[in-house]
Structures are given as C-alpha cells and as structure tokens.
C-alpha cells in the first residue's frame, strides 16, 4: 500500500526520500522477453535499445529480483481481431515479408517496414494481454510491460510507431474476462487517440490522457471537447497540456482531474500507459518533465490503483525517445514503484550499467543518480487561474466534470 500525492500534499508520517510515504510491499510480475527488441525500425527514434538499457538498469539496482519474470506469448489472430481489422492483419503479414509495402500506414516514416515485424508486433500485444490476465486473475497485484503502450495504432492502420494496439487489446481481454468496468490513463506526451477512439462508444471503459496540447503536437486530437458518445458521453477525458509544462504544473493538473474522475466513475481495474516522452530533453515533444516529476505521477498512479481500482494496476509502456538518459531511470522507478519499493532519487547509477553503455560506444553524458535532483512541488489546483495551463485544467474540469456529478468549480472535487 502507497500513499500518493494527496498524502505527500499533507505530510502524513515521515517522508522517505522520494517525497511519499511507503507501508508495505506489492506483488507484483514483468512481462519481458528479448524478443521484444525484435520491434525495430532501424533508423528510428523508437529504438528497442531504450528497452535493453531499462532492463539492464533494473537488474543491475535488484529491482528485477523483486518481481516475478513472465515470458510473453504472441497474441494469436484471435486476440488481436479484437482490435484490428482482418484487412490489416494481412497487410502486417504481407509487410513482414516484403520490404516494398506500402500501406495501411505502413511503409511511412513513422511506421516503416521491418522484417518479422509480425511476430515482433504480435509479441508485444501479447505480453499486454498477459500482464491484464496475470492482474485480473489475482495470480500478482500489479503487472508491467514496458515494451506495451502503442497507443496510436487504429483498427485498420498503424500511426505514430504503433503497429499493433496493444492497450487495446488488454482492455477488451479484461473484458472479456469480467471486469464490469476499466480506467484508462494515458501520461504520454501525445494523445492516447487510438485507445480513445476504441472505446468511445463504450460506457464500460473510462480513458483519459493528459498530453501535449495537440494544435502543437501529433497526433492534433485530444481536445477537452472529447468526451464519448451517446451512453458513453463522460468517459474520454481529455487534459491539454501547454508546451513548457513543468514537474509542478503537470502534478497540478494531473491531481485536478485524475483522482476524482477515475473514483466517480469506480473502476474494477487501472490499466495506465506511462510514456515518459514528456522528459525536458526528449527530442520528439515539448514538455519539461523531470525523472524525478515522472516517478512521482507513477508513484501517484499506483496509488490511486490502491485507493480507487481493488489494487489492480495493469501498467504499460509508451512513448520517451531519452533512450539513455530518461526512459531507463524512469522506467525502472515505474518497474521498481510497482512493487511496493520505489528506488531513491538519490541512488547512484551502477557503474556496470555505465560501463555497458561506453563498451557500445555510447558518448555523451550519462545520469549520475536515479533522480535530477528536483523534488517536485505538489501545489493543488484552484479555480480561477488565468494561466494557460489553468484554463486548459479548467477547460476539462468544465466539458466532463457535470457529466460525472462532479462540480468543476469546487476544488475538493
Ligand atoms: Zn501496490
Ligand atoms: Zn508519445
């Protein structure tokens, strides 16, 4: 059990040094295969070293001693036609096999044609669909998959580096299994679009996503406005982040909406994606997030999974193209925060993990410590903010808040 930001906010207990309050510990499974560093573009931003270096760094600091391993099963045409079109399933075979495809998204250059790409493809939605199983079944409180998170892909096309929509595909398996009802949250940078648009006609599934304002980013969805459709109006919710958004501002509108909506709405479950291209350095967006801001929305998601979902947490990768400075910190923290014993900032970076990383010929400054060294401010919103960011918070609060018996202008909702 984790006390999240409303404990770190009034200081209940002494803190530890990431600023929360931890009792005892989770149980809690990885889904990792390196098979999954088969999901590659070549030339890309993408690129699986993030993943390699991650799980590297996770071992290295005893986190991955803490969790149980699962090896991935590829998602079998079945499970993947509960999200995508059998049309599309073809042209991924056909593409596998032929470098000169082009379409359905593919052959592009967000979305290039690689070898296996298939299989790769169908390995990481697999590895999400188990993670859901092993959460739902109860065999682990909480279940990671940071090769998950490909949020953009759509029924009959891949967008934006996502080839198969795995998110997708663990929602319906919860489904499908039982859950009565499941939350979505979406940290990346970029609007969870592709996960939105699955289920905006479904009153069963709540997503929201907190990103990167899209008049200013890919992929120009994810607007207030939003909200679903016929029953389903009120579950898609939508945060619309100015450019420069900090660790503070973001913390700010994240406990604005995130708690009461995901607790109005009372899931059976918390499926969260938790792309960190949200990272001051990261080349493909604009936010100004630090690793030490990431690991405190992390640390804030796992405990509204405790307080608001029966524990259940079921927490996907995504986005971040820091491939060595940002996503293994902060994806060992989200490794690491999943069972119960959230590494310190303050902790040193191994020097086997650095000395791997100069034995590939990898210049450039790497981190010293887990954390930058910010403790991020934890400042609870208020209405009237004439900021963008308090008019972007207050946009959302307006547009969805009435439509969950909330009221938008009283800030212990
Ligand atoms: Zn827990
Ligand atoms: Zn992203």
């Not at 092993?134 to 009959?156: C, F, K, T, Y």
């Amino acid at each position: 059990m984790i006390t999240g930001l409303d404990a770190a906010a009034g200081a209940t207990g002494p803190p530890t040094p990431g600023g929360y309050g931890l009792a005892m510990a989770c149980s809690a499974a990885a889904v990792w295969d390196e098979g999954y560093l088969a999901y590659d573009f070549g030339e890309h931003p993408l690129n699986p070293v993030r993943l390699e270096l991650t799980i590297r760094l996770a071992r290295e600091l005893g986190v991955l001693d803490r969790l149980e391993l699962l090896a991935p099963r590829p998602a079998d045409e079945a499970q993947l036609l509960t999200a995508h079109t059998g049309d599309y399933l073809a042209a991924v075979r056909a593409a596998s096999l032929d470098p000169s495809f082009a379409g359905y998204g593919l052959g592009t250059d967000d979305d290039p044609v690689f070898p296996g790409m298939y299989d790769a493809s169908a390995l990481i939605a697999g590895g999400s669909a188990m993670a859901a199983g092993q959460v739902w079944d109860g065999r682990s409180e909480h279940a990671v998959n940071i090769a998950g998170g490909l949020h953009h892909a759509m029924p009959g096309f891949a967008s934006g580096f996502c080839v198969f929509n795995d998110v997708v595909l663990a929602i319906r398996a919860l489904l499908a299994a039982g859950a009565g009802k499941v939350a979505y949250v979406d940290i990346d940078v970029h609007h969870g679009d592709g996960v939105q648009a699955a289920f905006y006609d479904d009153p069963r599934v709540l997503t929201i996503s907190l990103h990167q304002d899209p008049r200013t980013l890919f992929p120009g969805t994810g607007h207030p406005s939003e909200l679903g459709r016929g029953a389903a109006q009120g579950t898609a919710v939508n945060i619309a982040l100015p450019p420069g958004t900090d660790d503070a501002g973001w913390l700010r509108a994240f406990g604005a909406v995130v708690p009461s909506v995901v607790r109005a709405f009372g899931p059976d479950v918390l499926v969260t994606q938790c792309g960190c291209d949200t990272h001051h350095e990261d080349p493909l967006a604009n936010l100004e997030l630090s690793v030490d801001g990431q690991r405190t929305a992390i640390a804030a998601l796992h405990a509204l999974a405790h307080e608001a979902a029966h524990g259940k947490w079921v927490a996907l990768g995504g986005g971040g193209y820091g491939v060595i400075r940002c996503v293994p910190r902060t994806w060992t923290h989200l490794l690491a925060e999943a069972t119960g014993e959230p590494v310190a900032p303050e902790t040193l970076v191994p020097p086997a993990w650095a000395d791997y990383l100069r034995g590939r010929g990898i210049r450039g400054e790497l981190p010293r410590t887990m954390g930058e060294g910010r403790e991020p401010l934890l400042i609870s919103w208020a209405p009237g903010g004439e900021s963008w960011l308090d008019r972007s918070i207050g946009a959302t609060r307006h547009a969805v808040f009435p439509l969950l018996g909330l009221d938008p202008d009283d800030p212990r909702d």
